[in-house]
């Protein structure tokens, strides 16, 4: 499990582009036949990726959080970002298909991933610890709280599926759901904002190959950017904002943790306050 350190907004302005990716972006959590975690201490969330590639692959325990079994302290919500696969925990199969997101408990035992021959199943891991167990659920996509946002004529049109949250699947500390950019539409996350009680890391996906996202972070009047990828996620300290412009149509899963589950309990950076 890689780890990655709390950090402070007084380091961004020193930065180099290469101290910011190592810091904030997590460029490579899929990789055929591998489970892939990262463990950043901002909210001591657990990043990670499952690339069955048509096998089997069972989530275990990690020195890093002196566990037996992944979830003997922690929850986890699992998005699938590719092709169908089927998740088994404690003896359940929860078939995903694209899009779906599934929330695991603390105190199951047994986690597994599995899709067949070449159907691609990207199941994206976010994970926090938990202080009870809530039960496992499994929502199809679209199912959730739905929210529609922004305008064409601002190229900032999504639309919004809230999956693990207050009014949702019930958690101890995830919030988690996907949204999606309608086609023509660039901007996420306008105006930019902050939530200083919970961290918030994004798993870009469906970025078409030759088109990159620019996600803003930092201070309102110190921002610096990170150039993502398909399938790359950033990590958002609570005291970053987040915001991003991409070269092509493209969808995110948001996920956060923290001091609370509001939802709406954010601070806008209007983009005529950035610097
Ligand atoms: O497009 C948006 O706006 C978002 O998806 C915002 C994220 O959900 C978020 O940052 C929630 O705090
Ligand atoms: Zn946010």
């Known amino acids: 499990m890689e780890q990655r350190y709390a950090t402070n907004p007084a380091q961004v302005p020193g930065m180099t582009t290469a101290d910011l990716r190592a810091h904030y972006l997590v460029p490579d959590l899929f ?4 489970i892939r975690t990262v463990y950043t201490h901002h909210d001591r969330i657990v990043l ?5 590639a048509g096998g089997s692959l069972s989530l275990g325990g990690y020195p890093e959080i002196r566990s037996d079994h992944f979830l003997e302290h922690r929850e986890v919500g699992i998005v699938n970002v590719g092709g169908t696969g089927t998740v088994t925990a404690d003896g359940v199969d929860y078939e995903m298909v694209k899009g779906a997101c599934l929330y695991l408990g603390r105190g199951i035992r047994d986690v597994s991933f599995a899709d067949e021959g070449d159907a691609g199943a990207h199941f994206y891991l ?3 610890p938990a202080h009870t167990a809530y039960p496992a659920a499994l929502v199809s996509p679209g199912e959730g709280t739905v929210r529609e946002l922004g305008d064409q004529l601002t190229s900032n049109r999504r639309t919004l599926n809230q999956y693990i949250h207050e009014n949702g699947v019930k958690s101890c500390q995830v919030v988690m759901g996907v949204t999606e950019l309608h086609p023509g539409s660039m901007w996420n996350t306008m105006p930019a904002h902050t939530h200083d009680r919970r961290t918030e890391c994004y798993l870009y996906f469906d970025v078409p190959e ?3 996202v620019i996600h803003l972070l930092g201070e309102r009047e110190e921002t610096r950017h990170l150039v993502v990828g398909d399938r790359q996620a950033i990590i958002s300290p609570s005291w970053s904002l987040h915001s ?3 070269t092509a149509s493209y969808s995110f899963v948001w996920a956060m943790a923290g001091e609370n589950q509001a939802f709406d309990d954010m601070d806008a950076a209007p983009v005529t306050d950035l610097r």
């Open 31 to 34: 990789a055929p036949g591998e």
């Open 48 to 52: 990670g990726g499952a690339v069955p």
């Open 126 to 128: 976010f994970s926090a």
């Open 210 to 212: 030759d088109a990159r």
């Open 244 to 246: 991003g412009v991409g």
